[in-house]
């Protein structure tokens, strides 16, 4: 497994902008997919963006394509979440989450590694 710590969350207003930080413990980290998930109270978790290890293949739910970029650097073993144009629907907490594979899952039961999370709400 993969320790990883999420920073960046916070409090903004809508249409505001930020950016999730996810640090891995890994040096092979390139060979993981990288994925954010997030969950609302009373809700699911689910998944919002998803990147592979050769950063050539990511994927978005349909709620923030457009608005969300997902983002990695394996020199550093970090992925990144910018997230623009948020909406009060975006607030929760916000997952990383790595899985062993050089494919792209989407089912959150593939991803084996997950960080502690970091709380984001938007709201005026």
């Known amino acids: 497994q993969v320790q990883l710590v999420e920073s960046g969350g916070g409090l903004v207003q809508p249409g505001g902008s930020l950016r999730l930080s996810c640090a891995s413990s890994?040096?092979?980290?390139?060979?993981?997919?990288m994925a954010w998930f997030h969950q609302a109270p009373g809700k699911e978790r689910e998944g919002v963006s998803y990147i592979n290890g050769r950063d050539d293949w990511t994927y978005y739910s349909e709620a923030v394509k457009g608005r969300f970029t997902i983002s990695r650097d394996n020199s550093k073993e970090m992925v990144y979440l910018q997230m623009n144009s948020l909406k009060p629907e975006d607030t929760a907490v916000y997952y990383c989450a790595a899985a062993y594979t050089d494919q792209l899952p989407i089912d959150p039961k593939e991803y084996d590694s997950w960080g502690q999370g970091t709380q984001v709400t938007v709201s005026s």
């Open positions: 890994r040096d092979t980290f390139e060979y993981y997919a």
